[in-house]
């Protein structure tokens, strides 16, 4: 399965469309560059411990540019996939200073 077969899947899934309006409500864009465009955002885990079973604290709200970069540099497998994904919003999803 490739990225993007993974993230239709997902989108289509019931936990996504319960999920991407809260976050969408709570933050009002990507978390990392503010982009509003509603049809760019897409949710991001930052563990797949509870797959299936997320709570929201496990997802963010990230547009589609930002998911890309950030996976450009960081696998979805990485242990440390929390911390790094509050750092790339932190720094506005620029990797400088890494």
Not at 21 to 40: H, M, N
Request: aromatic share 12%.
């Amino acid at each position: 399965m490739t990225t993007e077969d993974y993230i239709d899947t997902y989108m289509a899934s019931l936990t996504y469309k319960e999920f991407k309006p809260a976050l969408i409500k709570r933050y009002r864009g990507c978390q990392a560059c503010r982009s509003d465009d509603l049809s760019r955002l897409i949710i991001h885990h930052v563990t797949y411990k509870r797959y299936g079973c997320e709570k929201i604290s496990d997802l963010r709200l990230l547009c589609r540019d930002c998911h890309d970069e950030f996976h450009k540099h960081i696998k979805g497998s990485d242990p440390h996939l929390r911390e790094m994904t509050d750092l790339f919003i932190k720094r506005q999803g620029v990797w400088r200073n890494f």
